[in-house]
């Protein structure tokens, strides 16, 4: 039966709706239906030959049967009926009969030459069809022109031994494309589907076929795309996943996009949720009736795959469902029927905003937090003279070699240029990119093709599935060129660079370089339709140290072009190329590297996002000669008119030739361990197998190949890691480093199989009965990094017989889901400590229940509640979900749902209680008050700055990094209560802080033990340099504007400028006691208003201690759980009193606004100092995203090797960071609950939409965000 239909209205006299407008009208109010298979249909019809071939084709040379598109000519009844029972079954859409009626798909049968006539007699009887059922039913029907992808491939060659054949050409498919194209329109269909996309580049074909028609000819209409992922890889046939087809496709901006074909719908699930997250189109699935038997059939009831679409259509991820292989109108008639009552997908408004998106065989996001990108220049004919010699002699295999090697050392984007005098750059840049596709490794990057030849760009883009970057176009031959050629490249959904060049030439000074890019944003974006996130802008690298004095400002004028581009044309990159720059320097690769390694260091830090660069040839900035640095940042900031001359007699004395000095084998003397160490930093393979086979020899040293790992090869990628965290090593570095290390590990496993082989063998293999209580899958969810409370609750739980699978931190959701169904867990405990962590929670809840688990959920970590879990996360589970305060009671909890006797009576008291608690907290937000966000500013902290002490200049502004910090100094600034806390030893009034707790009578004697414990292993992890303690401190000008902070770079008044930050604050609304005379506090409202002339200052800081972690897993690997807790804990205070610490220095000297203060650690823990230091995230700014205010604006990560999960959890996670405030007038406050109007004007004020501050600010919302 057809679906209930409410269709658009549309009142007398409105201007009639255009199609894809109507059609996205039902779409927002229903889910609608797809028919299901031809192919299906036409084979329960038993026809043979003469059938196919009807009265005008009996003298065919070639056999017919088969080609079953024909029959729309040949037996067009059947076909007719075909689509009628689809649609009386409830299609919304019918697909013409034209899956191959490509001239190049008929070739099979020599039936090219009636390509458009097939097209067009299908679509005309689909159309006639789809014209009478409407007109039978009073419900439109539409007619969806079906484009196949041709038996032809343009990404995989057919030939093994020849991987750059294609037998076809992509302008071939083109014309073939077009030809179908306007049968099918001339034939009356209403929307395009590209269908069955095993080859992107096959559909890219499609696609640019009917954008050029649209253009030229044809009224637009709307375009539905579907692709095939072949197997649970997850990928098309070609290698790409369904993310990065999505990306390669969406420059058609279709209707609809979604999967078909291939798989059941089962198996197509997590392929179609992936999908829709990364696209802002309509969502469409049409499975096969299951996966095919062992005979080529399908076995699928027509019951079963509609219930399958119905948990699609419940759980919101599908606007379209229909059928494909296997699938009949009985099919159609229960998938219409079982969705006909469920909500559509309601698309997201945006997705990756403010990303730029690219694609290879993977998707590939540069967003704002993204590090810079590495865009690989060595397969360059003009830049690289190996690569040019191996592909003008024709030795592209191996030229092949050379964008492997790129790949592997850190190109995250693969530059290929082909521009040689003597080279045929068309047929060179297509035969090389083909022999890219078929090589996944290097394939997975997007391609940067690269010439000053369109038509060399153009060849390059015709042999591309994904989506890549032009490199470059330009002003300089005029707008009409540009525009044309920029209309080309978003016609083949390409990225583009545009050079600073004009018709009057090359912009070397900045104010032409910001002219000519704002010009060519502006063409591209109004006129051609440009997405701003897919501009690159290239301000020109141009050469410095050439001895002409008119050439000394062009690194400087790249610098600033890059910042005044990134402040003022939305959504455009910056990149370059840094060869350019050191050219004056050519044959010496000393200078040449120093050089660019300098430059880029500056240049990322105004915002260059990419750059071509040799990827496996950067210095590390801090490892460059002392001397040569001053001298490289003399050139390149034009400090020393002199540079030039003192860089070339740096090179005559410290190189020879020009060339490198090559460099002593000293370092192979060294203990093997060092060694180890040393080629794993440095990234040298060349003896690393030697060097780990004399380690394994040592059975005294080292008694198992495992530690040999364990041991020094760790101990090499630790300091690897913290150079990298330290902003000290580049990522391609540390992939060289990585690749020492898989050469090491691959040359041990085999020993490791063999020992684990003879342990089998000893041992027997009987089988025993499960020893354990229960099984438990821990975890800390996905985006947090805090453990110690979860690692905890797994000591607990070992101690008490429990098998406990411990997941580690950042885990996410499938990976804990598919440890407890392997591990047929009878627990999953969730541990968080920071907010977001909290929505995650909720997702593992929900997924549980979308699978229908019945696995209890245990909730704990710091930032959980019992109100939280009875309200957001125990209404997602059917089963029972408990939230564990801590580990004491996590047997308890464990042991009541294992006992068959009370386990429903405990899940139903759980139940009760959670509902109680609900309601409690539902009542709580009907009865609190709240002021307006006028009102409450209006009570706000009103400070007369000119009778208030005058804020104190801090004592210098910017940022100061302290690296190793001297440990001994924090002992006397640790807390200790928190230490006791989290062994959860608590003393009893009046003996509950420390030292009190020892004189308590329960917990006194083994808080003394645990307290001498801690003090040991504290010394020698001080002594022994066991733990690193890492910080910066900085300050800035700054003055509030409402209730924002703005930072200012210059301390000069008045305050000039834009900022160089903002920090935005929350205001406390929950009206307050009567008697309480208490301000409505916000942060801004301790900084001195811009307004009031008064000069003030921010202050912020980042600390941690790094090397807790590597300390813990090694107890860990020692079954030491004890000592694995401690050291964790211990960090975490020592972190806690670093902060401390350091504000005391702060207050003192630094900033030194209260040089006087003589404060015990005891009364700085009480908060008796002056000033305060809040941190976000917690109660006075709840946002855990001013965090990335602070980073950027101090360079945190790069500085101090602190870095941000994508919760914003801190790394390690011993690690503090917060703001300065130096007004007397400063206090702690929580801001509490706030209202939908001041998340509201929050979200404005940081230029974000207003769901993704709820999702940050969850828990102090005073409202209910479901609804």
Known sequence: MAPTIHEPSQAAGDVKLSLEDEITELLKQRIMVLDGGMGTMIQQHKLEEDDFRGEEFKNHMKSLKGNNDLLSITQPDIIYKIHCDYLFAGADFIETNTFSSTSVAQADYGMEHLAYRLNKVSAELARKAADNVTAKTGIKRYVAGAVGPTNKTLSVSPSVERPDYRNITFEELVETYTEQTKGLLDGGVDVLLVETIFDTANAKAALFAIDKLFEEKYETRPIFISGTIVDKSGRTLSGQTGEAFVISVSNANPLCIGLNCALGATEMRPFIEAIGKSTTSYILCYPNAGLPNTFGGYDETPE?????????????????????????????????????????????????????????????????????????????????????????????????????????????????????????????????????????????????IDSSNFAVIEAGLKCCQGK??????????????????????????????????????????????????????????????????????????????????????????????????????????????????????????????????????????????????????????????KELLELCENLIWNRDPEATDKLLLYAQNHTKGGKKVVQTDEWRFLPVEER???????????????????????????????HVIEGPLMNGMKVVGDLFGAGKMFLPQVIKSARVMKKAVGYLIPFMEKEREEMMAASGSTEETDPYQGTVVLATVKGDVHDIGKNIVAVVMGCNNFRVIDLGVMTPCDKILRAAVENKADFIGLSGLITPSLDEMIHVAKEMERLGMKTPLLIGGATTSRTHTAVKIAPRYSCPVVHVLDASRSVVVCSQLLDENVKDEYFEEITEEYEDIRQDHYDTLKDRRFWSLEQARGKGLHIDWLSHPKPVRPTFVGSRVFDDYDLHKLVDYIDWKPFFDVWQLRGKYPNRGYPKIFKDKTVGEEAKNVFKDAQKLLNTLIDNKKIQAKGLVGFWPAQSVGDDIHVYAEDVMPRSGEPVAKFHGLRQQVEKDSSSTDPYYCLSDFVAPLQSGVPDYIGLFAVACFGAEELSKEFEKHYDDYNSIMVKALADRLAEAFAEELHHRVRRELWG???????????????RYEGIRPAPGYPSQPDHTEKLSM?????????????????????????????????PKSTYFAVGKITKEQVQDYALRKQVSTAEIEKWLGPILGYDDTE
């Open 304 to 448: 079963l795959t509609a219930r399958h679409l119905k948990e699609f259509a419940m759980d919101g991820l599908v606007n379209i469902v229909g059928g494909c292989c296997g699938t009949t109108p009985a099919h159609i008639r229960e998938i219409a029927e079982a969705v006909k009552h469920c909500k559509p997908r309601v698309p997201p408004s945006s997705v990756f905003q403010d990303y730029m998106l690219l694609s290879g065989l993977e998707p590939f996001r540069i967003g704002p937090y993204t590090n810079f990108v590495n865009i690989g220049e060595r397969c360059n004919v003009a830049g690289s003279r190996k690569f040019a010699k191996l592909i003008m002699t024709g030795n592209y295999e191996e030229a092949l070699s050379i964008a492997k090697a790129q790949v592997e050392m850190g190109a995250q984007v693969l530059d290929i240029n082909m521009d040689e005098g003597m080279l045929d750059g068309k047929s060179a840049m297509a035969r090389f990119c083909k022999l890219i596709a078929s090589e996944p490794d290097i394939a997975r990057v997007p391609l940067c």
């Open 468 to 625: 890549c970057i032009v490199n470059s176009i330009s002003l300089k031959e005029g707008e009409e060129e540009f525009l044309e050629r920029g209309r080309i490249i978003r016609r083949f959904g390409a990225a583009v660079v545009i050079m600073a060049f004009d018709e009057e030439g090359q912009a070397t000074e900045t104010e032409h370089k910001i002219q000519v890019c704002t010009r060519a944003y502006n063409l591209l974006v109004s006129k051609v339709g440009f997405n701003p996130q897919d501009i690159i802008f290239d301000p020109n690298i141009l050469t410095i140290g050439t001895g002409m004095e008119e050439h000394n400002m062009y690194g400087i004028n790249f610098m600033k072009a890059t910042k005044l581009i990134k402040e003022t044309l939305p959504g455009a990159r910056v990149s370059g190329g840094l060869s350019n720059l050191s050219f004056s320097f050519r044959g010496m690769e000393v200078i040449r590297e120093a050089m660019h390694g300098v430059f880029l260091y500056h240049a990322i830090k105004d915002g260059m996002d990419m750059g071509i660069v040799n990827a496996g040839n950067l210095p590390v900035y801090d490892d460059i000669d």
């Open 1153 to 1167: 606004y209260d040089c006087r203060e003589q404060l015990e650690a005891s009364d700085m823990h009480k908060v």
């Open 676 to 706: 180890l160490e040393y080629s794993l930093i440095k990234g040298i393979e060349k003896y690393v197998v030697e060097d780990t086979e004399e380690a394994r020899s040592n059975h005294e040293k080292y008694t198992r190949p495992l």
């Open 1191 to 1223: 980073w950027n604006l101090a360079g945190i990560e790069e500085k101090t090797g602190i870095q941000l999960t994508e919760s914003l959890a801190m790394t390690p996670a011993a690690a503090v960071s917060g703001l300065y405030f130096s007004s």
